[in-house]
């Protein structure tokens, strides 16, 4: 089955600190890869997400992920988080012909000020 | 000011009762999707449409239906058959129509729903 599964659920940092959440995904064949946040109070948004191509993509407000398809990989990266980065993130992923998104659980990501 | 909405925002109702959530877009999308989002189990899909008077089922539809009449709304019931509807509900949709370099799904902005 298509899956995808998130390693952390919940994460404290303090501000200025490097992030690194993991996502792995079972897909056979082309896959869609997606990260999304939830900031407290707002909507699900995109954060970035790969296709094909590089497979390094680099998404809003200084996030990065790497697509690693040996280890089916999609890690979520930002070398400095700030305060205003705390919030729920998301990776998903959908096969190339089939538009429905599968979810991981979910990280908590807390910055401490 | 193109987007997704929904509503209510908070949604109380009592056991054995049904109840319909509504989302509308403006954003001329063919496919629409439910989601439910459970604290640490991500969001998972209850009914996807790809297109007008067209709806199937999700990973977990059972104790749900929906409708697509209009392509703008795609309104979800919950039935009294859903053991356990307590969760917060997410619509989303999809432009099919772009090249999958962009495509992506836009989510609204949620209905908490509790029963009572």
């Known amino acids: 089955a298509q899956s995808v599964s998130q390693h952390n659920h919940h994460v404290i940092l303090s501000e200025a600190a490097s992030l690194e959440l993991g996502c792995n995904y079972s897909?056979?064949?082309?896959?869609?890869l997606f990260w999304y946040v939830q900031y407290p109070g707002q909507h699900l948004q995109l954060l970035l997400k790969?296709?094909?191509?590089?497979?390094l993509v680099k998404g809003i407000k200084g996030f990065e992920a790497e697509f690693i398809k040996s280890k089916f990989s999609f890690n979520l990266r930002k070398p400095s988080v700030q305060w205003s980065d705390t919030a729920e993130y998301f990776c998903?992923?959908?096969?190339?012909?089939?538009?429905?998104?599968?979810f991981g659980a979910g990280t908590t990501v807390t910055v401490r000020a | 000011d193109g987007g997704i909405t929904q509503s209510p925002k908070y949604l109380f109702r009592k056991e054995g009762q049904n109840v319909t959530l509504s989302c509308e877009q403006n954003?001329?999308?063919?496919?629409m999707y439910w989601y439910r989002q459970d604290p640490g189990q991500g969001l998972r899909l209850i009914y996807y449409?790809?297109?007008?008077?067209?709806?199937q089922k999700g990973d977990i539809a059972e104790g749900y239906s929906v409708s697509r009449e209009k392509k703008e709304s795609f309104p979800l019931t919950v039935t009294s058959a859903q053991k356990n509807p307590t969760a917060f509900y997410l619509c989303?949709?999809?432009?099919?129509?772009?090249?999958?370099?962009?495509?992506?799904?836009?989510f609204g902005p949620g209905t908490r729903l509790t029963v009572l």
């Open positions: 989303a949709s999809r432009d099919p129509r772009t090249s999958s370099s962009t495509d992506t799904q836009y």
């Open positions: 897909y056979g064949g082309t896959v869609n």
């Open positions: 790969y296709f094909s191509g590089d497979p």
């Open positions: 998903a992923g959908s096969s190339i012909n089939d538009y429905k998104l599968s």
């Open positions: 954003l001329n999308h063919d496919a």
């Open positions: 449409s790809q297109i007008v008077n067209d709806f």
